[in-house]
């Protein structure tokens, strides 16, 4: 009976592992997308773009993402589509 229940600790220890591992918050999204490559050059080089906000919801994270330009927007969505599963919609 004992082997069984340490059986099933591990078993449930792992499965929760596993599961918050994809799981994602606003916050941790927006401190990886500020670390990639594109979104740093983007800082470096201050490139003149539209200033027309654009609200990005991702699916599974209840706030909004709102960003100053389609520019910016853009480099998100690909980050999305390249580093993460998730799916989005975006309103420009």
């Known amino acids: 009976m004992r082997f069984h229940l340490i059986a099933i600790s591990i078993s449930l220890l792992v499965i929760v592992a596993c599961t918050s591992h994809d799981s994602y918050s606003k916050v941790k999204l927006l401190d990886?997308?500020?670390k990639t490559p594109a979104y740093i050059?983007?800082?470096r080089e201050k490139?003149?773009?539209s200033q027309v906000v654009v609200i990005i919801k991702v699916e599974g994270i209840d706030e909004v993402f709102s960003f100053p330009n389609p520019y910016i927007a853009k480099l998100?969505?690909?980050f999305l589509k390249t580093e993460t599963n998730l799916l989005?919609?975006?309103s420009y």
């Open 47 to 49: 490139p003149i773009t």
């Open 41 to 43: 050059d983007y800082r």
């Open 32 to 34: 990886s997308f500020q």
């Open 76 to 78: 998100f969505e690909d």
């Open 88 to 90: 989005y919609s975006s």
